[in-house]
């Protein structure tokens, strides 16, 4: 990462980044983002763990490969010290299936310049998918309520 590569300094600063990612209508663009992370970024979620800015950029581009549609409404932002928390709720449309409503949460983690070098994406991927797909919704919740309580 260039020295002088721009730093996360604030909550509003954070909401218009990720908001400006992803409701363009249709494929998202992460370019103007990636630079606000260091190389060396740790990244996970609910499926997976990459480390490495390039892994991270191949990441975005897979989840934009698999969507017709992807938007993101960045419900609140809090930054404190070197945390910043973003919770969301992203739209995604397969190829012939109807649009799926994921819910989450983000916590990115700055350096000491105010680049990002963790993220971690909290979301139940499967709950949310299949609450959208008629007849499966309903056995899965139960399934989940039996299972776990």
Same mark, same amino acid.
């Given at each position: *990462? ?10 509003? !600063?954070?909401?218009?980044? $990720?908001? &400006?990612?992803?409701?363009?209508? @249709?494929?998202?663009? $992460? ?12 990244? #996970?979620?609910?499926? !997976?763990?990459?480390? @490495? ?6 990441? /975005? ?5 698999? /969507?017709?549609e992807l938007e993101m409404d960045v419900q609140a932002v809090a930054m ?7 919770? $969301?709720? *992203?739209? *995604?449309?397969?190829?012939k299936t109807p649009s799926s409503t994921v819910y989450g949460c983000t ?5 000491? &310049? ?5 993220? #971690?994406?909290?979301?139940?991927? $499967? ?16 399934? *989940?309520? #039996?299972?776990?309580?």
């Amino acid at each position: *990462m260039e020295p002088d590569a721009p730093a996360l300094t604030s909550s509003d !600063q954070v909401r218009s980044l $990720w908001t &400006r990612t992803y409701n363009t209508r @249709g494929k998202p663009d $992460w370019s103007h983002i990636f630079p606000y992370y260091a190389d060396e970024i740790v990244f #996970r979620d609910s499926i !997976q763990e990459v480390r @490495g800015i390039e892994a991270f950029k191949g990441v /975005c581009q897979r989840l934009s490969d698999r /969507c017709q549609e992807l938007e993101m409404d960045v419900q609140a932002v809090a930054m404190q010290d070197a945390a910043v928390f973003l919770q $969301w709720e *992203m739209t *995604m449309r397969f190829r012939k299936t109807p649009s799926s409503t994921v819910y989450g949460c983000t916590k990115l983690t700055l350096d000491e &310049r105010g680049r990002i070098v963790h993220q #971690r994406d909290y979301y139940d991927l $499967w709950g949310d998918i299949f609450d959208n797909i008629p007849g499966v919704a309903g056995p899965y919740r139960r399934f *989940m309520r #039996r299972l776990f309580g």
